[in-house]
């Protein structure tokens, strides 16, 4: 399997802009996490899929982050507009409840927002 | 709050062994122990997980005391690649976590020629 795939790996775009970020799960993965890393806040989780249904949505920081996960084999989470603050890489890991129980995660996008 | 507790840093001789230790004198009984890294650039990674016995893989092994307090990971020969931040996270595998990962800060390691 070639792993959690992410896209793009970096992303440079303006204040006010919208950004979709994109990941495929490995397959057979039911589960889907998002996350975003920063200096100041370390590893945060944002949002976490179950079978293509979001299940806890407490760590979107506000209004401006929107995540969807349309199939099995496809997510994307949106910022729009997006703000210099916003500026982080930003990770999503796929998991199933099989030995050794742990999320396997994809290699990042770094966004940059000016 | 703060389930697990590391130190800050460590650097280790390339060529030696790495223990790296991990405190978590609140876990529960069905919680488990994971440790990932985190390789610069590059998302975290599974090592190893146990529950009370101790675990041994092709990367590393982890040692879990017997009143399950405390945890040390070990590298047995550091290379220069295992420079990294190292995640020690305890974990219950219970239908309303499954999966959830909280991260803290870590321990940075760094390897040294």
């Known amino acids: 399997d070639a792993g959690v795939i992410q896209s793009p790996r970096h992303e440079v775009t303006e204040m006010g802009q919208e950004v979709t970020l994109r990941c495929k799960p490995i397959s057979g993965h039911d589960y889907l996490f998002w996350y975003r890393q920063t200096m100041m806040r370390g590893l945060e989780l944002l949002i976490y899929f179950n079978n293509n249904v979001p299940i806890d949505d407490s760590g979107m920081p506000e209004d401006r982050f929107s995540a969807k996960m349309p199939n099995a084999s496809f997510s994307t989470l949106k910022i729009q507009p997006s703000e210099p603050r916003d500026s982080a890489v930003y990770f999503c890991?796929?998991?199933?409840?099989?030995?050794?129980?742990?999320?396997?995660f994809g290699p990042g996008t770094r966004l940059t927002v000016l | 709050d703060a389930k697990t507790t590391q130190p800050t840093s460590m650097d280790c001789a390339e060529g030696r062994a790495a223990n790296l230790p991990c405190n978590h004198s609140?876990?529960?009984?069905?919680?488990?122990v994971y440790w990932y890294r985190q390789i610069h650039s590059q998302g975290p990674q599974y090592i190893i997980h146990g529950l009370k016995n101790n675990e041994t893989n092709e990367m590393a092994s982890l040692i879990i005391t017997e009143d399950r307090k405390s945890s040390t990971l070990i590298l047995p020969h550091a290379t220069l690649r295992d420079t990294a931040v190292y995640y020690c996270i305890v974990r219950p595998l219970t239908t309303d976590s499954w999966g959830k990962l909280q991260f803290g800060a870590g321990t940075q390691v760094v390897v040294t020629p």
């Open positions: 609140t876990i529960s009984g069905n919680e488990y």
């Open positions: 890991a796929s998991w199933a409840p099989q030995e050794p129980f742990t999320q396997y």
